[in-house]
């Protein structure tokens, strides 16, 4: 087991992709806070892990609230007596046109995909500090935080951030022996923000299939394990390899 005795946090783990890197990790012998917005689903996948005998607990936390943030890392410690990995996932997309969306609609995005990371970071790095035992980071970016798109003007703006705060993220958590990273992935299961894979979703990259949550949680497995040790500061594309592909050529 690669993360025994470990303590995990995963943002929106209420579903999707969460769902998958918190059954993956606690596999590995984590213990997993299942952290959502969501109380039913939070709940569902921490009763999994449990019935497939892994450690969770679900914890009910909107990431835009930073009180929710603090009180929620102050409650996994309390829980776990512990803390060592934090895994940034939730995030939501506005899916707006930059002439379209409203103030209210952009801030919410950035808050949600960016901010939370950070504030989320910030008080997961503090506990990690305190306990003395290092830590890993993992934020989930997204291809939309390299490429334009003819819309989700908040969500790709906010994705840009995520993966140049990884970068800062990780200078500055590295003499605390916390190794920070983040994976950049493209097309995973459904899209951001919907609970059912749509395969008339166009596809377009070298495996010639859509992601599998899976595919993404194997990744933040080797991220969070001691197998990527000498690896910081850096962005792993989980995408197919689409972001090798010129637009027109492929
Ligand atoms: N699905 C994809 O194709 C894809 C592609 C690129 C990047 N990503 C990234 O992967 C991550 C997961 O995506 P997904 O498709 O599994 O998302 P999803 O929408 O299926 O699940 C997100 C989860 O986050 C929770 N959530 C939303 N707002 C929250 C809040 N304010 N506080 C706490 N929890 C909240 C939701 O309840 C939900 O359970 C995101 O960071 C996303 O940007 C996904």
């Known amino acids: 087991m690669k993360l025994a005795g470990q303590v995990a946090i995963v943002t929106g783990a209420g579903r999707n992709i969460g769902e998958e890197v918190s059954k993956l990790l606690a596999s590995e012998g984590a213990s997993i806070a299942v952290v959502d917005l969501d109380k039913a689903r939070a709940e569902k996948v921490a009763a999994d892990i449990v019935a497939s005998g892994g450690k969770a607990q679900a914890f009910v936390c909107d990431v835009a609230k930073e009180a ?41 995005t ?70 920070v990273n983040s ?28 992601g599998l949550p899976i595919d993404l949680a194997r990744a933040i497995l080797f991220l969070v394990s001691d197998d990527s040790d000498f690896i910081a500061g850096t962005d792993l594309f989980v995408d197919g390899g689409c972001s090798a592909l010129m637009p027109g050529n492929e």
Do not use: C
């Open 68 to 108: 929710d943030i603090e009180a929620a890392v102050k409650g996994v410690v309390a829980a776990f007596g512990r803390l060592d990995i934090l895994v940034n996932n939730a995030a939501i997309s506005d899916n707006k046109h930059m002439l379209e969306i409203t103030t209210e609609e952009w801030n919410r």
């Open 110 to 179: 950035i808050a949600i995909t960016l901010t939370a990371p950070f504030l989320f970071g910030k008080n997961a790095a503090k506990a990690m500090i305190e306990a003395g035992n290092g830590g890993k980071i993992v934020n989930v970016s997204s291809t939309s935080g390299y490429y334009g798109r003819n819309r989700a003007i908040g969500y790709t703006a906010a994705k840009g951030g995520v993966v140049n705060l990884t970068r800062s993220m990780a200078i500055q958590l590295a003499p605390h022996n916390i190794r």
């Open 183 to 210: 994976v950049v992935p493209n097309k995973i299961g459904s899209p951001v923000g919907k609970a059912d894979f749509d395969p008339t979703r166009p596809v377009v990259n070298l495996r010639k299939r859509p």
